[in-house]
């Protein structure tokens, strides 16, 4: 192999680790991305449960509210 030959090889070298470099920095973003909606997607699912959860315990309170006062009354 002469010398032309030997830059030849490490130019593509170069270019072919440069390729894989910017494929696995787009993957991580992508990945990053992802994570990122997920996390939004879980932070609204479970907010929205948290307030059923409220209004059901408060139910459940009114009800037992009224049990007992019921209970007192007879």
Request: proline share 0%; aromatic share 6%.
């Amino acid at each position: 192999m002469n010398a032309s030959e030997a830059v030849q090889r490490q130019l593509k070298d170069d270019w072919d680790n440069r390729e894989f470099e910017q494929v696995l920095a787009d993957n991580i973003k992508s990945i990053a991305n992802f994570l990122s909606t997920f996390e939004l997607s879980c932070r609204s699912k479970l907010a929205t449960l948290n307030d059923k959860i409220n209004l059901l315990e408060r139910k459940v309170e009114f009800l037992e509210a009224r049990v007992t006062k019921g209970d007192t009354l007879s």
